[in-house]
């Protein structure tokens, strides 16, 4: 998905088109792959960031950058699923930070984004910071309901006619 603002894409190029960030495009995330998650979230940040006055350009590539784990997150549905995924609400965002600090120099705000957008299992130290945690809960809300009607589709007993 590419967004037309020249400002976005001159700050999320480097960033999307880079070798290893492209490895999340085959990653399922809620109901889509986790670069379009990501890619999303940075593009509704910036927006409002750049609406308020704040760091834009900090907001786009922290935003772009908070899921970047390199793994599925296998839901078992089983007792262990909460605990499951809180473990992952807790971890993913320091591998993240890991990964992004590999390929990506990062500025100590960027790095709060990143570390901190699974409030409140991470604490937000910039309007930024508050900012992407809230533009990736109120997606990831879609996206969960999304798969849940994709998946109620498919157990309903097709209709036949009498």
């Known amino acids: 998905m ?13 960033i999307i088109e880079h070798e290893q960030y492209q490895e999340i495009r085959k990653i399922k995330h809620h109901d889509e ?43 078992s549905f089983s007792l262990r699923i909460i605990t499951d995924s809180i473990k992952h609400a807790i971890v993913h965002p320091l591998i993240a930070f890991d990964n992004a ?29 508050w900012i992407v945690s809230y533009v990736d809960k109120y997606i990831a809300i879609f996206e969960y309901a999304s798969n849940f009607k994709k998946m109620a589709a498919r157990k309903q007993p097709a209709y036949t006619a009498e």
């Open 2 to 14: 590419m967004y037309f603002d020249y400002r976005f894409m001159e700050v999320a190029r480097p």
């Open 101 to 129: 600090s590999k390929y990506f120099d990062l500025n100590e705000k960027e790095e709060n984004i990143i570390k901190a957008h699974m409030f409140p299992f991470g604490f937000p130290k910039s309007k930024e910071a």
């Open 33 to 75: 792959s986790v670069y379009d998650h990501s890619v999303k979230v940075a593009f509704y940040a910036y927006q409002l960031a750049y609406k308020h006055g704040l760091d834009w350009k900090s907001t786009i590539r922290g935003a772009l950058l908070h899921d970047f784990f390199l793994y599925k997150f296998k839901k």
